[in-house]
């Protein structure tokens, strides 16, 4: 799992017949505390995250165990809308 922040969306008139409908996001990489990192992916929101929300991402092989994206031409999707994190029994990051 990669945390990452939705910073855009990408529009796409053509695209395969498997992933027809869904919104495809363009996410930045970010450290556990929301902290960004220099490196982004474009993913299909299984979740219906918003601009600005901090996500969890799957990627590669794992992206295709999805029921809306099994054997289809993905490699990255918006699997969960993060609300808080703890680390070492601290907060970090509380949405």
């Given at each position: ?5 939705i ?7 053509q695209?395969?017949d498997?992933v027809?409908?869904?919104r ?5 990489s970010?450290q556990p ?5 220099n490196?982004f992916h474009v993913?299909?929101d299984?979740?219906g995250s918003?601009y600005?929300?901090?996500v969890?991402?799957?990627?590669g092989?794992?992206?295709r165990?999805t ?8 490699d990255c999707v918006?699997?969960?809308?993060v ?8 907060l970090?990051?509380?949405?």
């Amino acid at each position: 799992m990669i945390f990452g922040k939705i910073v855009g969306t990408v529009v796409s008139t053509q695209k395969d017949d498997g992933v027809q409908g869904k919104r495809y996001l363009i996410v930045q990489s970010c450290q556990p505390n929301g902290d960004l990192l220099n490196e982004f992916h474009v993913a299909i929101d299984l979740v219906g995250s918003g601009y600005g929300e901090m996500v969890l991402l799957s990627q590669g092989s794992s992206a295709r165990q999805t029921q809306d994206t099994y054997q289809k031409a993905v490699d990255c999707v918006v699997v969960g809308i993060v609300d808080l994190v703890e680390e070492k029994n601290c907060l970090v990051y509380q949405k």
